[in-house]
């Protein structure tokens, strides 16, 4: 299965990567859309601000030492217990490129209002090879097995790093995984496929590297009581909403609550993704 990702599109430049042919179409019923507020995205003067810096952990997956993002939120406070969103890249992209949907003005926005609980945002590079930068053939095998490795690199290296450095809860209630294009498929790969680890799953445009619905969800029971929120948003004219409407589809015929928005006019670009960070950081934690 070939995992497409955003190939770093730029914010509202609508790029898609190469290879991309019209995916089939499923009838299914898209939720609401309601628009973001007019400078949800945008520096606000006068609010408290959170940080965001760059650190390393060494995976025993990879053999390798490993850097990330992190955003910690305003007033942050050793004292205090966070919970926390693994934020995942497309498959162009590395620890860095969630940067460029400006995650901490967002954060800041939505604290400085009230809509969102204090969380720590984890940024990674879900290439879990010795050499993780994108380059060469992004789109060739070595690549897709290192974006499948990141499972392991993910739960058995990155948590228990943050978990040490930061503080941190330590259950999956407190635990969030989303991403865009090829990270929002490994976020539902990874969300779904480990129900003790994330309560909260979000796929932002996710790429083929998703798996079929009866592979992510093989026990429907076991979602409706384990997982949170299971919540999905694709653009209208973005050729992979096929990814996501299939599941959306399979979990409305077995009656497991899941959320799919259209985003009118929505392309395959930060435009999308910054509005799915906004929406998906207010739902969790609640």
């Not at 809509?115 to 720590?120: G, L, N, Q, S, T």
Request: proline share 6%.
């Amino acid at each position: 299965m070939l995992a497409f990702g955003s190939a770093n599109a730029q914010p509202g430049g609508g790029g898609r990567p190469p290879m991309f042919g019209q995916m089939p179409q499923i009838d299914v019923k898209f939720d609401a859309y309601v628009a973001a507020p007019e400078g949800f995205d945008k520096e606000r003067a006068g609010i408290a601000r959170g940080t965001i810096e760059e650190t390393t952990y060494d995976s025993k997956t990879v053999g390798t030492t490993r850097k990330i993002t992190v955003y910690l939120p305003p007033q942050y406070d050793k004292s205090k217990k966070y919970p926390v969103l693994y934020l995942l890249h497309g498959i162009g992209g590395d620890h860095r490129e969630w940067l460029q949907g400006t995650p901490g003005i967002i954060m800041d926005n939505l604290y400085a209002d009230k809509k969102a609980e204090p969380m720590i945002i984890v940024m990674p590079n879900g290439r879990a090879l010795p050499n993780d930068k994108a380059e060469g053939n992004i789109y060739g095998m070595q690549m897709q097995q290192g974006f499948a490795n990141f499972e392991r690199d993910l739960i058995d290296d990155l948590i228990p790093f943050i978990q040490s450095k930061y503080s941190t809860y330590t259950d999956a209630a407190h635990r969030a995984v989303a991403g865009l294009s090829m990270g929002g498929g490994q976020s539902l790969n990874f969300g779904l496929g480990n129900l003790d680890q994330f309560a909260y799953v979000g796929g932002f445009s996710s790429a083929p590297n998703t798996k079929r619905p009866e592979e992510l969800i093989t026990d429907a029971d076991a979602v409706k009581q384990k997982n949170k929120l299971l919540w999905m948003v694709c653009g209208s004219d973005d050729r992979l909403m096929y990814n996501s409407s299939r599941l959306k589809a399979f979990c409305d015929e077995k009656g497991i609550p899941c959320t799919l928005i259209e985003y009118p006019g929505g392309r395959h670009d930060f435009v999308v993704w910054k509005y799915g960070l906004f929406n998906f950081a207010q739902k969790i934690f609640k």
